[in-house]
């Protein structure tokens, strides 16, 4: 199994369904309505997915549940070979942006990262983008108040529609002061304009990036600042962007220059796992181990980690 390094995943998303049912059992909750017949997760289109996610969080009460969810979550994505992996996590759903409950949040999060040594983890706080540019300021806080060792990165992610990033700054700027990693989620529904947009924020990485395709003048300016893109295939065609593997960018973005990773955004959501993103990559683009060790080795110099860890991670890809 090749290894692999995972740098998008939105630790509420990647929440199995049995495992939030299971939760809503037993807390006596009735979820129902966020599932369909086989038991997936239910949604139609984005707005409705981002709906059924949130609701899906409304049994992540505690810093026990999450405790709980962070420890599935790793021994799934080390049962697919991810030996290192960064995770969305949200103040907004850990205690509501209360300084004091997010640290307890944390504290359970990251016991339960370590008792999963196989993988390494490291957490990206994030701010949703729906919510405001003042929510997001309480939750930069939060992020600045707690950047070390095991969070190590900002982004924003939610609904690309809403405001400009530059309605954001102050959170980001926050962040980056507290040495944290920047990324941002942006060209995924918003097309290229969100991309420019959220350039200004001053970025490393961007989450999915992939509409920058539709011009090429960006698409250059990408490749040549050496912004990396945090690219979630499957993700982009359960979510209707393209049809298929086939008609995904990521090979054009990387024949241009462009630095791409892959990962799996929200996985059981999207029906994917790295294994599969691997296997519809190689089956689409006839990507070797070649191919994936380079992608492995750009996620390396992208992470946001300390040097001792990227060392370690850059020796696993020669």
Known sequence: MIPKTELHLH?????PPAFIRGLASEQGTRLDALFDERGDYRFEDFRQFLRTYEGATSVLRGPEEFARLTRAVLEESASHGVIYTEAFLSPDFCGGRDRGAWAEYLAAIEEAAAAVPEIEMRG???CIRHFGPDAARETARCAAETAGR?????GMGGDEGMGKAADFAWAFDCAREAGLGITVHAG???GPESVRDALALRPSRLGHGVRSIEDLALVDRLAEDGVVLEVCPLSNVRLGLYEDVRRHPIERLRDRGVKV??????????GT???REYDALAEAFGWTEDDFRALNRISAEAAFCDDATRAKLLETFP
């Open 11 to 15: 630790l509420e998303g990647a929440a």
């Open 124 to 126: 990206i706080v994030t």
């Open 150 to 154: 095991f969070v190590t990165g900002w």
């Open 188 to 190: 995924e529904f918003g």
């Open 261 to 270: 990773t892959v990962s799996t955004d929200d996985p059981p959501f999207f």
């Open 273 to 275: 796992t790295m294994t």
